[in-house]
Each structure stands twice: as C-alpha cells, then as structure tokens.
C-alpha cells in the first residue's frame, strides 16, 4: 500500500498534488507541448512519491501514473507503466525525504530520471519500428522532453518543500510544547 | 519452539537492502503482460474497452483544457502577425491580386465543368458523405502526430475514415471510442498516403518525417516534378478519395544515378492548429482504386449500387455534403 506517513498534513499535501498533476496531465497535456517535447506530469507524481515516501510507494505510485498516462496515448499500452514503475523504485531508492532536505538534487534526479524513461521508451518505440530516425528521436524527443519535464518539477518541488518544512517544524513545535 | 526462526527470517525480510524489490517484480511482470495482452488482442478486446471507455469519460476534461488553453496557443500567431513589415504586406497585396484574378478563371471553368458534367454523368471529384468535428485535443505524448476529435462511433464514424480541412486532406482516424476519435495527421511517420503532382500526374508515396515535414517518395525521374506544384491525394487503395489539395512541393533534388526524386512537401497551414474538420464517413465509388489482390482497410465503405442509386446517392451525398458545411460553419 502507499505509504502516507503519519502527519495528516502531509499526508493531505501529498494526495492533491498528486490529484493535480493527474488532472493538469488530462488537460493540458495535450496541450502543453512545444514542438515535439512533451512534459509527463505522471513522471513527476511517481518521482514525488518516490522521493517523499520510498521505493515501495513509488512503485505503486508508478505504476498506477503510468497506467493512466498510458490510457492517455497511443504508444503501446503497458510500456509507460513498466518505465514509471521502475523510475517510482529508483526514485524512493536514493533517499528518503529528499524534497525536504536537498530540494536542488531532488530537480536534477527527476531530470535524470526522466532522461532515462523516455530513452527506455524511446529505444522500445525505435525497435517495434514506430519511430524511424534515432538521432531525432533522442536529440528532437527524448532530450527535450525530459529538460521540460524537470523545468515542471522545479515549481512542484519547491512548493512541497516548503509545505513539508512548514509540515515538520509544526510537528516539532507540538512535540517540544 | 519450530516457530522461532521462521518469525526471525520474517525480520530479516523486511530489512532488506532494497525495500519494494519484490513489489517492483510483481507489478514489472503486470506491466509486460499489459503490454502482451494489448498488443495480442483486437480492438474489442478487454484492455482496449477498458481504455476506449476512459477515453470516453476524459474527453469532456479535456475539452475544458483545451478550450482554456486557447488563448495561449493563438499566442505565436498572434506575435507574429502583430510585426508584418512593409516587404510582406506589398507581397501579400500582389498575391491577393493574382488570387483574385485567378478565382475569377476558376469560376469559370467550374460552371465549365458543371456543365460537363451534367452532359456526361459524371460524379463531382468531391461529392462526399462529411460529418463535421471539431477538434478537441493533441498528443499527449512526443511520439504521435494527431488530433484528437469530438465525435466517435456514435456519430458514425470508423477506423481508418479520412480527415479534411478546408484546404486539403489532413489525417486519417487510427483510433475510436464512443464519442471521440484519434486522427493521426499525414506528418506522422506511420502515415502514408498515395498521392500525385497535380500538372504532370507523377504518382507517389506522401509520408511524414520526424521533424513533423513531409516526403514524397517513389516519384520517378523521368517525371516532371518543379517547386510550387500542387500535390493531390491519389486515391490508390481506396483508402483516401482522390483529388484532395495535400501541399505544394516545396524542393526537389535529384542524386546521381537515383531512380527517384527527393521530394520535400510543404502544408500550407500549421497542421497541428487545425480547429475544425470533415470526416468523410464514405467515398465515391469513383475515388475508389482498389490495387488489384490488395485489401482495402476501408472496405466495408463501399458498397455495391447500381447507376441509378449511384447517381441518386451523389444528389444525396452532394446535399448533406452542404448541410456538412453549413454545419461545420454553425459550429
């Protein structure tokens, strides 16, 4: 089950964002792309949960983002699923808390992270034969569109940084009364 | 007693170096047989009603998105408009010159040709069966090129019907739900699409590039292709009607020794700002060209009618093909 730790506050923060990106994915995904770089608001929920909550919470948390990206598109069902899946395990491996404590290094794992997700599926797309030129495909598409995924998660991270630290020191203050 | 080291390797478990490995092997193992069973079942099966049912309940958010996002696509026309210099108006007072003039001698040919027609029985190039739509959405992802649009099964429309605008043929329907429909635009990699040069007839293979451009290939070089000829959907294989504008061709190289031309085909419009189309719910038995022992996707479009239904079907095609249009207008 997903880990919501025990402070209501944070438990709360963590389940509107992640029902935020869900519906700014729904509709404005579409939208949102700038020549062909596209950002994947489902990355940053799974890396949010990740980074926030573990590696057992990132794996659900990717995998269900990446099914409901996957409902959204047209590339093989189950393939943004399986990428999610694994970057929600590899984000809550690093550390735990990281967008409390080192917000910076949280906005440059989710770039790596994402790089590395759409280089899987990019590779995957690249072997089935739905995409023909490789060099574009990762300098036009992959490249691209992990840069301005990671350009979204620098608002979200630093506004749950704030809500975490805001969320910890009222604890502590309860907890020293 | 027996008890005791079980409940010790239970503690140990969970203090594993990699917390959530086996919840990752579960869910890796769901995620690869999502990933068979969608690509091994048709388009009935469970997976894709399940997505096609979703679809049908996120197409109205998305219209929300869509519409609130409007402002801000407008945005690059808007400033690009909004700074015209002096070189490109006089060009475009010339052109808008030269058009005039040019409308002028096709209306006349066209009562020309009416007449003509009349006289031989001939079907118009472009009676068709048109459903307007308007479109809705884009790819989400960097992957595809297309559109999606507001109607759906419901309203009539099918797999592999094609998609106009105003100007020319834009896409093809590559995928359906109950009221919405996915149109993978003509500059996507996987489309293709027979076409011709409008002066010489040259036929050949239009498909999109990765950069979003367009190729046409298979030209031979014995034809005469030159910059700014018109390219025409062909209408071979059934799957598109003939003789809708695509673009005009934009380059056209020759390498040594090559059987064919490289041709570059420019879309006069930004394919991706396209607001509202026309699917052709059926084609003219005579757009239809079938490649002999080819099977046509869009076979179960036509129909066998004799001459006189045929001809009472074009008046009829001909008729809600302006009720279309004065649709697509209302919209």
């Known amino acids: 089950m997903l880990n919501l730790g025990t402070d209501p506050h944070?438990?709360?923060?963590?389940?509107?964002?992640?029902?935020?990106?869900?519906?700014?994915q729904i509709m404005f995904g579409p939208q949102a792309g700038i020549f062909d770089a596209h950002p994947n608001f489902m990355l940053l929920l799974a890396c949010m949960w990740g980074f926030s909550r573990g590696s057992e919470s990132g794996v659900i948390a990717g995998f269900l983002s990446g099914l409901a990206y996957d409902i959204m598109v047209n590339t093989p069902f189950g393939l943004m699923t399986l990428v999610l899946t694994i970057a929600g395990f590899l984000s809550g491996l690093l550390q735990r808390n990281l967008i409390s404590t080192d917000p910076k290094l949280a906005v440059l794992l989710t770039l790596g992270l994402s790089i590395l997700a759409e280089f899987v599926v990019g590779i995957f797309i690249f072997v089935l034969g739905l995409e023909g030129n490789i060099i574009y495909a990762l300098f036009g598409r992959m490249i691209a569109s992990s840069i301005y995924t990671s350009l979204c998660a620098i608002p979200l991270v630093f506004i749950l940084n704030k809500f975490m630290r805001d969320s910890q020191s009222s604890q502590l203050g309860t907890r020293y009364k | 007693m027996a008890i005791k080291p079980n409940k010790q390797k239970r503690k140990f478990r969970k203090q594993s170096a990699f917390p959530g490995l086996r919840l990752l092997v579960v869910f890796v193992a769901l995620s690869f047989v999502l990933l068979t069973v969608y690509a091994?079942?048709?388009e009935t099966g469970p997976i894709h009603t399940i997505k096609s049912g979703i679809s049908n309940v996120l197409v109205p958010v998305q219209h929300v998105g869509y519409t609130l996002s409007t402002p801000f696509r407008a945005l690059p026309n808007v400033l690009k408009n909004a700074t015209p210099d002096q070189a490109s108006l006089t060009e475009l007072q010339e052109e808008n010159a030269q058009l005039k003039a040019e409308l002028a001698q096709h209306e006349e040919s066209k009562n020309e040709l009416k007449r003509l027609q009349d006289l031989l029985g001939l079907q118009s190039t472009y009676a068709l069966q048109t459903k307007a739509a308007r479109v809705i959405?884009?790819?989400?992802?960097?992957?595809?090129?297309?559109?999606?649009?507001?109607?759906?099964?419901?309203?009539?429309?099918?797999?592999n019907m094609p998609v106009v605008n105003s100007y020319g043929l834009i896409g093809q329907i590559s995928e359906i739900n109950l009221n919405s429909a996915t149109v993978r635009l003509i500059t996507d990699e996987k489309s293709g699409v027979s076409a011709m040069i409008q002066a010489s007839r040259a036929q050949g293979i239009i498909t999109g590039?990765?950069?979003?451009?367009?190729?046409?290939?298979?030209?031979?070089?014995?034809s005469t292709v030159?910059?700014?000829?018109?390219?025409?959907?062909?209408?071979?294989?059934?799957?598109?009607?003939?003789?809708?504008?695509?673009?005009e061709v934009s380059s056209v190289n020759r390498d040594s020794n090559a059987l064919y031309y490289n041709i570059q085909v420019k879309i006069p419009y930004d394919i991706k700002s396209v607001e509202e189309v026309l699917v052709i719910t059926k084609l003219n038995d005579a757009d239809k060209q079938p490649i002999a022992g080819v099977k046509n996707s869009d076979e179960q479009l036509s129909g066998e009618t004799s001459p006189a239904a045929q001809s009472q079907e074009t008046t009829q095609a001909q008729t809600e093909r302006g009720s279309s249009r004065e649709q697509g207008e209302n919209h």
């Open chain 2, 40 to 42: 091994r079942e048709g």
């Open chain 2, 226 to 247: 030159v910059r700014g000829d018109v390219v025409l959907s062909a209408g071979l294989g059934g799957s598109y009607p003939r003789g809708l504008p695509i673009g």
């Open chain 2, 137 to 159: 959405g884009g790819s989400t992802d960097a992957w595809n090129r297309s559109v999606i649009i507001n109607k759906g099964s419901q309203d009539g429309l099918a797999l």
């Open chain 2, 209 to 222: 590039n990765p950069d979003g451009s367009l190729s046409l290939n298979y030209v031979t070089v014995d």
């Open chain 1, 10 to 24: 944070e438990k709360t923060t963590l389940i509107v964002v992640s029902l935020i990106l869900l519906l700014i």
